[in-house]
C-alpha cells in the first residue's frame, strides 16, 4: 500500500495498517487503515526517540558494554508487532499498491491505459472505484475522463444535427412543421434562434465542444458531492471529480444514436450507484438514494441544455 508520512510528507509504501518506520524522517509513524478512514499519526519523531536513547544510555548502560544506538530504538519502535491487537506477526512484502490503470499511463502508454482502464470499469467497476479512492496522488480531473467526454460531445452533437438538418433543410420547412404543432413554441424570431442553433457556425461548434467536456464533468462532481453530502457521506469533491471523469466513458455508447444513449444511461446510472457506495461508504439504501438524486439532477441539468 502507498501512503504518506505525516512528519515529512514523503510517500512511503507499507504492505499493511500498523507501526512502521519513515525511511527518510526516521519518524515511527502509525499508518491508519484507509477502509476504516483512519489518518496516519507520527507516535515519536526522529528527534523524540534519540534524546530517550541519550538519556537511557547515560543512566543504565548495558552488561555487554553495548550501547543502544539511535538506529537500533528506532528498529525497536518499529518492530514486527502489529498495532491491533498486539500480536506479533512476520512482514511480508506482497506488493505495492498502484491504484487505477490509468494512474499509471505514463509508464504503460496512453492507448494500454486507456483499455485496460476501460475493461476494469466495464467488468469490475466495484474494484475499480475502490482503487480510485485510495490512489496516492491521483491529480484532479483524469484525462481518460476529458477525452471519453469529448467523445461523448461529438457524438451527441453529430447525431442531434444530423437528424435535425435532415428533417428541416431549411428554415420554412421547420417553421411549417412547428406550427402544426398543437403547442406554439414561440414567435418566428425564437424558431430563428432554435433553427440557427441547429446550424451552427464551425467556429461556434468546435468551441462547444472544447467547453463542454469540461462543463460536463465538473457539473457531474458537484451533483455527485451534493447528494453524497445530503445523505451523510464524507467523501471529499476531488474524489467526485475523478469519479465523474471516469463515467464518462458511458457516453461513448452514443456513437449508436437513441439506443446508445439509452443504454449509456443505465451504465451510468449502475456507475455511479457502485461508485457511490465505495467513496462514501454507503449502504445499499443510501447509494440507491445518491443515484436516484443524480439522475434526477442529471435529466434537470439536460433539459437546460448545461450537460
Not at 151 to 180: E, G, H
Request: with cysteine; hydrophobic share 45%; charged share 20%.
Amino acid at each position: 500500500m502507498i501512503t504518506e508520512c505525516p512528519s515529512c510528507k514523503k510517500t512511503i509504501s507499507v504492505v499493511k495498517t500498523g507501526v512502521t518506520v519513515c525511511p527518510k524522517c526516521k519518524a515511527v509513524v502509525h499508518i491508519g487503515d484507509p477502509v476504516k478512514d483512519e489518518e496516519n499519526k507520527v507516535i515519536k519523531t526522529a528527534s523524540q526517540i534519540k534524546a530517550e536513547a541519550d538519556t537511557k544510555t547515560s543512566n543504565d548502560k548495558k552488561e555487554s558494554g553495548k550501547v543502544s544506538g539511535f538506529w537500533e530504538k528506532l528498529q525497536d519502535a518499529a518492530s514486527s508487532e502489529d498495532s491491533y491487537g498486539g500480536k506479533k506477526q512476520k512482514r511480508k512484502h506482497t506488493g505495492l499498491f498502484k491504484g487505477t490503470p490509468w494512474d499509471n499511463w505514463k509508464t504503460t502508454g496512453f492507448a494500454e491505459a486507456f483499455y485496460h482502464t476501460t475493461v476494469e470499469i466495464i467488468n469490475r467497476p466495484s474494484k475499480f472505484f475502490k482503487d480510485m479512492k485510495y490512489a496516492v496522488n491521483p491529480g484532479l480531473i483524469p484525462i481518460y475522463g476529458i477525452v471519453a467526454a469529448f467523445l461523448t460531445a461529438l457524438f451527441q452533437r453529430f447525431w442531434i444535427l444530423k437528424i435535425f438538418q435532415s428533417l428541416f433543410p431549411d428554415f420554412q420547412s421547420f417553421s411549417k412543421a412547428m406550427a402544426n404543432l398543437p403547442v406554439a413554441l414561440g414567435s418566428e424570431d425564437r424558431l430563428r434562434i432554435v433553427y440557427s442553433t441547429m446550424h451552427p457556425e464551425p467556429s461556434a461548434l468546435f468551441a462547444q465542444l472544447l467547453l463542454s467536456p469540461l462543463m460536463s464533468i465538473i457539473i457531474t462532481a458537484f451533483i455527485l458531492h451534493l447528494g453524497s453530502v445530503i445523505l451523510g457521506g464524507r467523501a471529499r469533491l476531488h474524489h467526485f471529480y475523478r469519479m465523474s471523469g471516469f463515467i464518462m466513458i458511458t457516453g461513448v455508447l452514443g456513437i449508436v444514436p437513441i439506443l446508445g444513449n439509452i443504454a449509456g444511461f443505465f451504465w451510468r446510472a449502475v456507475l455511479v450507484f457502485k461508485g457511490g457506495r465505495i467513496i462514501n461508504n454507503f449502504n445499499t439504501g443510501r447509494a440507491y438514494g445518491l443515484t436516484a438524486f443524480y439522475l434526477f439532477m442529471s435529466l434537470l441539468f439536460s433539459s437546460l441544455g448545461m450537460i
